[in-house]
Structures are given as structure tokens and as C-alpha cells.
């Protein structure tokens, strides 16, 4: 309880405060590369505090230069920053709009065009995966949760369509990305975070310049099959 209530105060101090920072210099600059080097260091410090060991494979399958949308499995919350912190890249994100609807983190992340997605909305939802699919396209890589939304249970869920439409329009490569043991870290439902060793295990991206629209079922179902290979059979469920 002590060690997240310390991370949890770190992190929203941080962001009071490094957060106007990097909004006015990307204003200044027109880049958003100090943003994006505020928030490593803040994941480094609050990862070094959460207690969180990374162990991390594959990371010579990502060519440099090269536009990519990562998409992994979700167990925790750490999810999203672990990614952006073991790709090295400064990546956008499909997001929930309620992370939208957070004071200040709010304007950060539309600075960095996080695209935020209202999956209650059809018509909303399709416009923000059609941005996404362009800026996609304009060179800017992305990380999204096929599933969704977090795992409560461990066990790899169903996945969602539209992010394998996003890189079928976009003719963006696909990597899918396993994550291991991160719901130890902070299990659903619990406010205490601890310790663990996380793996990450990048795998071949997925080349979709010649798929159509037809192909998303086939390109979910690679995308699916290679997560599953990286993760525990216990985790996976054997699904």
C-alpha cells in the first residue's frame, strides 16, 4: 500500500509539473521530442520504485526508421508504458476517451495525438481508427490492445477488429508484442503494487502492404497465434 501510494504521488506530481513543461517547448519547437523524453524519465523513476524488472527479446526484429503498430496483450495497467519504454519510440496510441477526460494528462496526450476511441460509439470509434490509420500512414508508429481492455483473469481474451482494419488501411507492418507477468505487478481490482519481473518478447512483424480488407480475420489470427507462442500456456489459457 505504501510503495503505490508513493508511486501513485510521484507520478501525479510529475505531472503537474513536467507537464506544462513539455506542452509549452513542443509549442515552441513544433516537435514533441521533449514530451516524450519527460515521460521516460518519469517511467524509469516510478518503474524503478514499482520494483520493475524487465527482461526483453526480439528488440533486433524492430528496424530503426521503420513505422510499426505494436499490438500486445494486456494485463495491467504498466501495459502501455512498459511499451513505450522498451520500443524506444515515440509512440502514439489508441486510448480509452475516459484518459481523456483526465486535467492536464488530458492535453499532453492530444499534444502527442493520442487518437481516444468511444467503443459505445460505432461512429466515433470508426472516425478515430480512420485518424489513427493516418497518421499511421504519415510515418508516426502506434501501440494498441487488440483486446481491448485489460485481462481480468490472466487469460488471453477475444480480439477487437479494428486495429488490424487501422493497419490493413495504413499497409503498416504488424508486431506483435507478448508481455508476461505484468498482472503480477498490480492485480485487477487491487490498489497495492509489487515487485516482478516483466518479459517482453517481440516478435517478426507482419507484413500487410498487400493485404485487403477481407484479409483482417487472417491478419488477427497471425497476430493472435504469436502473442500466444510468448506467453506462458497457464496464461494463455491453451486458447
Given at each position: 500500500?505504501?510503495?503505490?501510494?508513493?508511486?501513485?504521488?510521484f507520478?501525479?506530481?510529475?505531472?503537474?509539473?513536467?507537464g506544462?513543461i513539455?506542452?509549452?517547448?513542443?509549442?515552441?519547437?513544433?516537435?514533441t521530442?521533449l514530451v516524450y523524453?519527460?515521460a521516460r524519465l518519469c517511467?524509469?523513476?516510478?518503474g524503478?520504485?514499482?520494483?520493475i524488472?524487465?527482461?526483453?527479446?526480439?528488440q533486433?526484429?524492430?528496424?530503426?526508421?521503420?513505422?510499426?503498430?505494436?499490438?500486445?496483450n494486456?494485463q495491467?495497467?504498466?501495459?502501455?508504458p512498459?511499451l513505450?519504454?522498451t520500443?524506444?519510440r515515440n509512440?502514439?496510441?489508441i486510448?480509452?476517451?475516459?484518459m481523456m477526460r483526465?486535467?492536464?494528462?488530458s492535453?499532453?496526450?492530444?499534444?502527442v495525438?493520442?487518437?481516444?476511441?468511444?467503443?459505445k460509439d460505432?461512429?466515433?470509434?470508426?472516425?478515430?481508427?480512420?485518424?489513427?490509420?493516418?497518421?499511421?500512414r504519415?510515418?508516426?508508429?502506434?501501440f494498441a490492445?487488440p483486446e481491448?481492455?485489460?485481462?481480468?483473469?490472466g487469460f488471453?481474451?477475444?480480439?477487437?477488429?479494428?486495429?488490424?482494419?487501422m493497419?490493413?488501411?495504413?499497409g503498416?507492418p504488424?508486431?506483435?508484442?507478448?508481455i508476461r507477468?505484468?498482472?503480477?505487478?498490480?492485480l485487477?481490482g487491487?490498489?497495492?503494487?509489487?515487485?516482478a519481473?516483466?518479459?517482453v518478447?517481440?516478435h517478426?512483424?507482419?507484413d500487410?502492404s498487400?493485404?485487403?480488407l477481407e484479409?483482417?480475420d487472417?491478419?488477427?489470427?497471425l497476430t493472435?497465434e504469436a502473442?500466444?507462442?510468448g506467453?506462458?500456456?497457464?496464461?494463455a489459457?491453451g486458447?
Open positions: 500500500m505504501l510503495r503505490a501510494s508513493f508511486v501513485y504521488l507520478v501525479a506530481l510529475y505531472v503537474l509539473i513536467a506544462p513539455g506542452i509549452i517547448g513542443s509549442l515552441l519547437s513544433g516537435r521530442d523524453s519527460l517511467l524509469r523513476l516510478a524503478w520504485m514499482s520494483g524488472r524487465l527482461v526483453i527479446r526480439g533486433e526484429r524492430i528496424l530503426p526508421d521503420h513505422t510499426y503498430l505494436f499490438l500486445s494486456h495491467s495497467n504498466f501495459d502501455g512498459i513505450l519504454h520500443t524506444g509512440l502514439r496510441a486510448v480509452k476517451t475516459e483526465i486535467p492536464l494528462l492535453m499532453v496526450l492530444r499534444r495525438q493520442f487518437v481516444p476511441i468511444d467503443r460505432p461512429v466515433q470509434a470508426r472516425a478515430g481508427l480512420d485518424r489513427a490509420a493516418q497518421l499511421l504519415n510515418g508516426f508508429s502506434f490492445f481491448g481492455t485489460r485481462s481480468r483473469d488471453l481474451g477475444q480480439f477487437k477488429k479494428g486495429v488490424f482494419v493497419a490493413i488501411q495504413a503498416m504488424v508486431v506483435p508484442v507478448s507477468n505484468s498482472r503480477a505487478l498490480q485487477p487491487r490498489y497495492g503494487i509489487r515487485p519481473t516483466v518479459e518478447a517481440f517478426d512483424p507482419i500487410t498487400i493485404m485487403k484479409d483482417r487472417y491478419l488477427l489470427r493472435r502473442i500466444l507462442r506467453l506462458d500456456t497457464a496464461a489459457g486458447r
